[in-house]
């Protein structure tokens, strides 16, 4: 359907729908009137557009997250311990920090 046989509705929203409207439209990563005009064809039974759910593997990644706590958890004990660092081992923990900050990304972009 092109632009020219489109026609505007307007309507009114409470402040409060207004922004569940916006918040499930980022969620979505969708324009609102793309979300809005979905829901009124499907309540006509004419949807456009099915929301496509990831098939996350939610133990996979929670076990990847809880080694990444683990690591930190043992990064901030020698930290805080007092004990004093060479250059080698302040290189080694940040490479370490900088690894796990890459693979919380890459977990992330999975989600």
Partial sequence: MNSKNKHRVIF??????????????ELLQIKTSFFVRNCVLAKLEKPVFEVKKKDLDVKKY?????????????ISKKLNSGAKFIIA?????????DALKNHIIHIKSQL
Avoid: A, F, M, R
């Fill in 89 to 97: 081992d302040q290189k080694v923990v940040l490479d370490e920090i």
């Fill in 12 to 25: 009114y929203l409470s402040p409060e729908d207004k922004e569940h409207l916006n918040n499930q439209c």
């Fill in 62 to 74: 929670s076990s990847q997250l809880i080694k990444i706590g683990v690591n930190l958890n043992q």
